[in-house]
């Protein structure tokens, strides 16, 4: 099985590569066009900051690619909101695969804190990269932005309001949560993504 992570101007890279090793799968980090279509699977991760990030795609002509893709595609953290339509990160328009916003948490309690960082449950789980024994899972989260909850989420998450903790649609997935920083869990997620 080919497993091409996408190489585009974003952290956390590394990150995913590891977890792949810890599950045994030797996966390609690449921003090469053919080798990316050509994978059995695609994971699109990320860290970092939404406008610089499309523009980078733009300019490698990734965007288009992403959007075409036909086999299983993972979009992590970042990955997943630049799959959305909007981000209110920059005002900037994204790559359209969910017809979703991404939104800003706001302050409505003194308490919270933005950004959300660290282990939190997640709940409301359906669709093919879950399966009944992660219901109520922590998993790690490390963001400011979410995506709202909408016809196409598949796992819901709390913290200021309740957002959309992963979403898909046809063969797209994505995950606001880093799966391959969240453990045991994390891993029978991909696991569960990598056997689709």
């Not at 965007?63 to 893709?69: A, R």
């Not at 909850?149 to 046809?170: G, L, M, W």
């Not at 063969?171 to 569960?192: D, W």
Request: aromatic share 12%; glycine share 6%.
């Amino acid at each position: 099985m080919k497993i091409s992570i996408i190489n585009y101007n974003a952290g956390n890279v590394q990150s995913v590569l590891f977890a792949m090793k810890r599950l045994g799968i030797k996966a390609n980090l690449t921003d090469n066009i053919e080798e990316i279509q050509k994978s059995d699977k695609v994971i699109f991760p990320g860290v970092g900051e939404a406008s610089s990030t499309m523009a980078f795609l733009k300019d490698k002509k990734l965007d288009s690619v992403i959007i075409n893709l036909k086999q299983p595609v993972l979009g992590i953290c970042l990955g997943m909101q630049l799959m959305c339509a909007y981000s209110e990160e920059n005002e900037t328009p994204c790559l359209g695969i969910f017809p979703s916003k991404v939104r800003k948490f706001l302050f409505t309690d003194p308490k919270s804190k933005v950004p959300h960082m660290g282990w939190n449950l997640i709940q409301d789980l359906k669709g093919d990269i879950f399966d009944e024994s992660l219901e109520g899972a922590f998993t790690y989260f490390v963001h400011g932005f979410y995506v709202e909850k909408n016809e196409f989420t598949t796992a819901t998450c709390d913290y200021i309001i309740p957002f959309s903790a992963a979403i898909q649609k046809e063969n797209f997935y994505a995950t606001q949560f880093h799966p391959e920083k969240s453990g045991s869990v994390g891993e029978r997620i991909l696991t569960n993504f990598l056997t689709i």
